[in-house]
């Protein structure tokens, strides 16, 4: 901004890894806030520069035309690298064109979308796991997209799920999956009659060739019992590269042989997708969730529950923001489309006071034994020493169940779930330990927004640096006033980071380390406004306190 005269009139928003959230969630939130204010102007366009599929998703719940996704695309090295504009107005038009069903139920396009958007989620998401069968059939989005073609209403509406409608839709998704795995389970059997067994023998002879070869080991069968330790130096993949010597091979045939009398080797693919289509569904609680349905007639019923808060969820986190920091799914696995059957009113209720877990103490939650150096000193014993009251939450060795995969990466990891209020006490008796640089790097941190002096609102951004009574702070922030800054709305106050460079002051290229000698880029904190609900009021946005920046 201080070197390129194009970058003069940009405004830029800095949001680091102190500010808590997902980068494409906080872009569709600045997007969606922005559009909420009453002076927006609904034909601006948006370009989001990321290669993420996710962002996709999140485009289409914005419900607009203008906007366009700019990636790289695929290439190899020797061709010139290209990019790619993904037009939302054309893919909008492709699944209204693609889910519109006539005479079904009223139609509305843009509800439509939003049900396509859930039932990508159905189909996989990175926050609880997959149905069984949804995930492993092989088309399933065509699939899910078949049956909701079917269906006698809209499953959403604003973010909100309609369970009625998820019951009616989930009962025909199983009736549909068992015809599939009944038919499947034909040609299934006959092949495996048809099939030698897997030989140890076979794999020799194809290593004792020299050359790369596939070995498929099909999955292991379904038990907790034979999932792969973490400790193993190495699990029995689906590739083999050949050793170079001998005796490299003779190591590699006993490991093979030790691995493979440890997990069972069979060709039946799936096979915690098949329950459903063969009734085993007593078997996948027992073996699964270690839960006899003889005794817990009800269990399936609540992992159910627990899954359609995990949809509110989901849903609400994609279209309105994060609806709560402290709510996680409580299993390993997800039910079977049939338990939603016998569901009622399922309440849901999240706790939007709840707050982040500060830098630091995430990285206690998610870091495993062997990056303990990566924490403060005194708070690596918490996941080292044996004595830790969280101990538990750290495990040296711990099983991955393949459950129908072929890597142990796809596979489920079977790690206790870590219980943030113990974490938290567990902290009160080191949080004294930290440096000054350590509870700076602990503290959450906000927004920046940067501007040019060239630009029209630096004269009024400049004030908040004056020395004077109504000093502008987080508590008490300048309202940005859409008319000055180009349609732009937020709060924003003085940037008091130790490392901010006034106007005027020398500047070091923190990449080239050439100095600057007369900044002329000013920076101040920022903070989006606040929606409520559907954005019905932004007004409601706004506290009585709020000082507004004068446009004259």
């Given at each position: 901004?201080?070197?390129?005269?194009?970058?003069?009139?940009?405004?830029?928003?800095?949001?680091?890894?102190?500010?808590?959230?997902?980068?494409?969630?906080?872009?569709?939130?600045?997007?969606?806030?922005?559009?909420?204010?009453?002076?927006?102007?609904?034909?601006?366009?948006?370009v989001?520069?990321?290669?993420?599929?996710?962002?996709?998703?999140?485009?289409?719940?914005?419900?607009?035309?203008?906007?366009?996704?700019?990636?790289?695309?695929?290439?190899?090295?020797?061709?010139?690298?290209?990019?790619?504009?993904?037009?939302?107005?054309?893919?909008?038009?492709?699944?209204?064109?693609?889910?519109?069903?006539p005479?079904?139920?009223?139609?509305?396009?843009?509800?439509?979308?939003?049900?396509?958007?859930?039932l990508?989620?159905?189909?996989?998401?990175?926050?609880?796991p997959?149905?069984?069968?949804?995930?492993?059939?092989?088309?399933?989005?065509?699939?899910?997209?078949?049956?909701?073609?079917?269906?006698?209403?809209?499953?959403?509406?604003?973010?909100?799920?309609?369970?009625?409608?998820?019951?009616k839709?989930?009962?025909?998704?199983?009736?549909?999956?068992?015809?599939?795995?009944?038919?499947?389970?034909?040609?299934?059997?006959?092949?495996?009659?048809?099939?030698?067994?897997?030989?140890?023998?076979?794999?020799?002879?194809?290593l004792?060739?020299?050359?790369p070869?596939?070995?498929?080991?099909?999955?292991?069968?379904?038990?907790?019992?034979?999932?792969?330790?973490?400790?193993?130096?190495?699990?029995?993949?689906?590739?083999?590269?050949?050793?170079?010597?001998?005796?490299?091979?003779?190591?590699?045939?006993?490991?093979?042989?030790?691995?493979?009398?440890?997990?069972?080797?069979?060709?039946?693919?799936?096979?915690?997708?098949?329950?459903?289509?063969?009734?085993?569904?007593?078997?996948?609680?027992?073996?699964?969730?270690?839960?006899?349905?003889?005794?817990?007639?009800?269990?399936?019923?609540?992992?159910?529950?627990?899954?359609?808060?995990?949809?509110?969820?989901?849903?609400?986190?994609?279209?309105?923001?994060?609806?709560?920091?402290?709510?996680?799914?409580?299993?390993?696995?997800?039910?079977?489309?049939?338990?939603?059957?016998?569901?009622?009113?399922?309440?849901?209720?999240?706790?939007?006071?709840?707050?982040?877990?500060?830098?630091?103490?995430?990285?206690?939650?998610?870091?495993?034994?062997?990056?303990?150096?990566?924490?403060?000193?005194?708070?690596?014993?918490?996941?080292?020493?044996?004595?830790?009251?969280?101990?538990?939450?750290?495990?040296?060795?711990?099983?991955?169940?393949?459950?129908?995969?072929?890597?142990?990466?796809?596979?489920?990891?079977?790690?206790?779930?870590?219980?943030?209020?113990?974490?938290?006490?567990?902290?009160?008796?080191?949080?004294?330990?930290?440096?000054?640089?350590?509870?700076?790097?602990?503290?959450?941190?906000?927004?920046?927004?940067?501007?040019?002096?060239?630009?029209?609102?630096?004269?009024?951004f400049?004030?908040?640096?004056?020395?004077?009574?109504?000093?502008?702070?987080?508590?008490?922030p300048?309202?940005?006033?859409?008319?000055?800054?180009?349609?732009?709305?937020?709060?924003?106050?003085?940037?008091?980071?130790?490392?901010?460079v006034?106007?005027d002051?020398?500047?070091?290229?923190?990449?080239?380390?050439?100095?600057?000698?007369?900044?002329?880029?000013?920076?101040?904190n920022?903070?989006?406004?606040?929606?409520?609900?559907?954005?019905?009021?932004?007004?409601?946005?706004?506290?009585?306190?709020?000082?507004?920046?004068?446009?004259?």
């Amino acid at each position: 901004m201080n070197t390129d005269p194009a970058w003069r009139s940009i405004k830029v928003i800095l949001s680091n890894a102190n500010v808590p959230g997902e980068g494409e969630h906080k872009i569709m939130d600045y997007i969606r806030q922005q559009r909420a204010e009453p002076d927006y102007d609904s034909t601006i366009y948006h370009v989001v520069y990321s290669a993420d599929s996710d962002v996709i998703l999140l485009a289409l719940t914005i419900h607009t035309n203008y906007f366009r996704i700019l990636r790289i695309s695929p290439s190899n090295d020797t061709e010139p690298q290209r990019y790619e504009f993904i037009n939302l107005a054309k893919l909008r038009t492709n699944l209204e064109n693609d889910l519109k069903v006539p005479d079904i139920f009223q139609w509305n396009p843009e509800r439509a979308i939003d049900d396509w958007i859930f039932l990508c989620f159905l189909a996989g998401n990175d926050f609880f796991p997959n149905l069984p069968l949804v995930e492993f059939y092989r088309k399933n989005m065509n699939f899910l997209r078949d049956i909701y073609k079917e269906s006698s209403g809209y499953l959403t509406e604003n973010g909100q799920l309609n369970i009625n409608h998820l019951k009616k839709f989930l009962t025909r998704v199983a009736e549909k999956q068992v015809e599939i795995f009944e038919k499947e389970d034909q040609g299934h059997n006959q092949a495996n009659n048809n099939q030698p067994a897997f030989s140890i023998d076979s794999v020799k002879d194809q290593l004792s060739r020299g050359n790369p070869t596939t070995i498929y080991l099909g999955p292991p069968r379904m038990n907790p019992q034979r999932a792969v330790p973490i400790s193993k130096k190495e699990a029995v993949k689906p590739s083999s590269t050949v050793p170079k010597n001998s005796r490299q091979r003779d190591q590699r045939y006993g490991e093979i042989e030790q691995e493979s009398s440890e997990i069972s080797i069979n060709n039946d693919s799936n096979d915690s997708a098949r329950l459903e289509g063969r009734s085993w569904h007593k078997k996948y609680y027992r073996e699964k969730f270690n839960i006899d349905l003889s005794v817990s007639k009800e269990f399936p019923t609540e992992v159910a529950q627990d899954y359609v808060r995990g949809l509110h969820w989901i849903l609400q986190y994609y279209f309105k923001g994060v609806p709560s920091w402290d709510w996680y799914y409580p299993h390993h696995y997800a039910p079977f489309a049939c338990d939603f059957s016998n569901l009622k009113d399922v309440s849901v209720v999240f706790n939007k006071t709840s707050k982040p877990l500060k830098p630091l103490e995430q990285l206690l939650a998610i870091f495993p034994p062997q990056y303990a150096n990566y924490l403060p000193k005194q708070w690596q014993k918490l996941i080292l020493d044996k004595e830790s009251p969280i101990i538990d939450f750290y495990p040296p060795d711990f099983k991955i169940d393949l459950n129908g995969k072929r890597e142990e990466s796809q596979g489920v990891t079977l790690l206790p779930f870590v219980d943030k209020e113990g974490l938290l006490r567990a902290l009160e008796s080191v949080y004294s330990t930290l440096t000054p640089e350590e509870e700076k790097r602990n503290r959450h941190g906000y927004d920046r927004l940067f501007i040019h002096t060239k630009n029209p609102c630096y004269k009024q951004f400049s004030t908040l640096y004056d020395n004077n009574e109504n000093q502008i702070t987080e508590t008490n922030p300048l309202l940005i006033s859409t008319k000055l800054i180009e349609g732009m709305t937020g709060k924003i106050w003085v940037d008091n980071d130790d490392t901010f460079v006034r106007i005027d002051a020398p500047i070091e290229d923190p990449i080239t380390k050439k100095k600057i000698k007369n900044n002329q880029v000013l920076s101040v904190n920022y903070r989006n406004l606040q929606f409520h609900g559907d954005f019905n009021d932004i007004k409601d946005c706004l506290n009585e306190g709020d000082q507004a920046i004068n446009t004259n």
